[in-house]
């Protein structure tokens, strides 16, 4: 089963850097419209971003979701972190009997392996930042509604 912790939460943050760049309200409700998703899904991922002061909540009449913190001061690797509590990206199995040289020593080799890939995952996570991210994605939609139009004037 795929765990969706930390791509729901990138969209989150990114949609919030969003709405404070563009100085708009956004809520848990539109976060949950927005991502297709339950409500209290939002509201499970909110908890350790709001502890970990990436985003801050405000309630009564105008009240939502703003950035704690500056985009630019937010990586990919510290929104990872924050909902994935460093759970492994990959796990070893650890039922195996040690029955052949390969079963007796695939727990320590796989190890290694997983190690270095965590690394080089958190090394491109923690290169990108929301601000940076943010605005690829904007470029990308501003590439994307281009392509739209030429096709449409076609």
Wanted: aromatic share 4%.
């Amino acid at each position: 089963m795929n765990d969706l912790r930390f791509p729901t939460a990138l969209q989150m943050v990114l949609s919030v850097a969003l709405a404070d760049r563009d100085e708009f309200r956004c809520t848990s409700q539109m976060l949950a419209d927005g991502l297709n998703t339950n409500p209290s899904f939002i509201r499970k991922l909110l908890i350790p971003l709001t502890r970990e002061g990436m985003i801050t909540t405000s309630v009564g009449k105008g009240g939502g979701l703003h950035l704690g913190r500056a985009a630019e001061e937010i990586s990919l690797r510290d929104i990872y972190h924050a909902v994935t509590e460093q759970k492994r990206v990959f796990l070893a199995r650890e039922d195996l009997p040690p029955r052949c040289r390969i079963s007796a020593n695939i727990n320590e080799f796989f190890g290694g392996v997983t190690d270095e890939a965590e690394r080089a995952m958190l090394e491109v996570l923690s290169s990108r930042g929301v601000a940076q991210s943010l605005d690829e994605i904007l470029a990308l939609d501003k590439r994307s509604k281009r392509s739209r139009a030429k096709a449409e004037a076609a």
